[in-house]
C-alpha cells in the first residue's frame, strides 16, 4: 500500500495520498484539490496494521495552496456563507494489484453527507529508465559533436553512471510523504545543523529555504530535488566519474539532456512539496555555504512526482514536445573522457571544491591510470 497515489476527480479536481510503510503499519497524508479554490483539503492518517484494506475516521484540515499553515472554519465560513466544511470524514482504503481506491464520506455540519470515490494508479517505481535512448549520438565524438551545435542555455545535463530511471534521492527512499518531510525532518536538521553553519538559513524564505535543501543535497541528505548542470561536460564527468568494478564490457553510462527553455515556457514554476499538484520545477538556489555550486554550473529541479520519467513525457506527448533525451555512452571510453576532462579544467580538484575532491582527483591520476 505504500507509495505515491494520484489522480484527477471530476472536473478540475485532483487527489493525491501518500503513503509510507511505519513497519507494523502505514502513515500517509491524503490532499484533494480543486482548481477553482485557494485552498487544499488535507487528513493525516495512520493505519493500525498493515491489512490491504482500512476504515478510518480522519480529521479534516484546510490548508492554503503551496503552505502548511491551518484556515479556521469560522474564516472559510464567513467568505463562503453557502458552503459546508466538515470538520472529519470516514476514509476507507483499499489495496488491490490494480491500485488504490479511496472512499471518503463527509459528513457537512448541516447534516448532508457527500461521498467520494476513487481509484488510483500506483505511480512506475520500476527502476529501469523508460526514455529511449538516441540511436544516433552513441559515443563520446558523437556527444561532443552533438552538443557543440546546441543552442547556448537552451538545456540543461545530468550525467548517471547506470541507466536507472531519473528519481530524486528523497523518491529512492522508501519515503512517499512530504508533508512529513518538510514539517518534522526538515526542521530537525536544522537544528542540528545550524551551529556548524556560518550562515543561519531562514526556512520562511523560499530562497534561503531553497539554498538550504540544495546544501542538503550536495552533502548526501535525500531531498526532493535532482542536480543539473548547464555544462554537458560537468555532466559527462559526473556520469563517467565512478570507477565500475564489475568489469562489465557492456557497460554504459547514461546523460540525459532537458529542454528547460521550453519547459519554463510551458509550464508554471513552483518551489513548494506540500499541498500543490504534480509538478517539476527548474530552481537556481543561492549558493550559501556551497562552493561546490558555481564550478558544476549547477542548479536544481524539485519535484513532488515519484515517477519523473512517466511525467515528464506525458506531458511532452500531450504538448509534442520532447522535453526530456537520453544518450548512453560506453563505461570503456571512460579513460580516454575523463582525461579530455582534464584539459578542460573539469576535474574533481575543481568541481569539489577542498581537501575531498583533491584527493579523489590524485587517487584517479595515480591509481588508476
Not at 39 to 59: E, I
Request: charged residues 25%.
Amino acid at each position: 500500500m505504500d507509495g505515491q497515489w494520484h489522480g484527477e476527480v471530476g472536473s478540475g479536481g485532483y487527489i493525491n495520498i501518500e503513503i509510507d510503510d511505519a513497519g507494523s503499519f502505514y502513515q500517509g497524508r491524503a490532499s484533494l484539490y480543486d482548481d477553482t479554490a485557494a485552498f487544499v483539503v488535507v487528513c493525516s492518517f495512520r493505519t493500525p496494521d498493515k491489512s490491504p484494506k482500512h476504515k478510518l475516521t480522519v480529521l479534516l484540515d484546510y490548508q492554503p495552496v503551496t503552505k502548511m499553515s491551518s484556515i479556521p472554519i469560522e474564516r472559510l465560513q464567513q467568505d463562503f456563507p453557502n458552503a459546508d466544511f466538515p470538520r472529519e470524514a470516514k476514509l476507507t482504503l483499499q489495496f488491490s494489484s490494480r491500485g488504490l481506491t479511496a472512499t471518503a464520506t463527509f459528513q457537512a455540519q448541516s447534516g448532508k453527507q457527500s461521498t467520494l470515490r476513487v481509484h488510483l494508479p500506483s505511480s512506475n517505481i520500476d527502476k529501469r529508465s523508460k526514455v529511449p535512448t538516441d540511436k544516433n549520438v552513441t559515443n563520446w565524438s558523437r556527444f561532443k559533436a552533438m552538443v557543440g551545435k546546441l543552442p547556448m542555455d537552451k538545456y540543461i545535463f545530468r550525467g548517471q553512471p547506470v541507466q536507472k530511471k531519473l528519481r530524486s534521492s528523497f523518491h529512492r527512499t522508501n519515503r512517499k510523504d512530504l508533508f512529513r518531510y518538510v514539517d518534522y525532518d526538515i526542521p530537525l536538521l536544522h537544528r542540528m545543523l545550524t551551529p556548524s553553519t556560518r550562515h543561519y538559513f531562514d526556512l520562511s524564505d523560499d530562497n534561503q529555504n531553497a539554498a538550504f535543501w540544495n546544501l542538503l543535497q550536495h552533502h548526501g541528505f535525500p531531498t526532493p530535488l535532482l542536480d543539473w548542470s548547464h555544462s554537458p561536460y560537468v555532466a559527462a564527468y559526473f556520469a563517467f566519474r565512478k570507477r565500475d568494478q564489475s568489469s562489465n564490457p557492456k557497460h554504459k553510462v547514461r546523460i540525459f539532456m532537458f529542454d528547460s527553455e521550453a519547459w519554463r515556457r510551458d509550464f508554471a514554476q513552483l518551489n513548494s512539496v506540500v499541498n500543490v499538484r504534480p509538478h517539476f520545477s527548474l530552481l537556481q538556489p543561492i549558493a550559501l555555504e556551497n562552493p561546490r555550486a558555481t564550478p558544476q554550473q549547477a542548479l536544481s529541479a524539485i519535484t513532488t512526482v515519484d515517477d519523473v520519467e512517466g511525467y515528464l513525457q506525458g506531458l511532452g506527448r500531450a504538448r509534442g514536445n520532447e522535453y526530456l533525451r537520453a544518450f548512453d555512452l560506453p563505461y570503456a571510453e571512460r579513460r580516454a573522457v575523463l582525461d579530455e576532462l582534464r584539459l578542460m579544467g573539469i576535474t574533481a580538484g575543481a568541481l569539489f571544491p577542498g581537501m575531498d575532491g583533491v584527493c579523489e582527483e590524485m587517487r584517479m591520476r595515480l591509481f588508476e591510470s
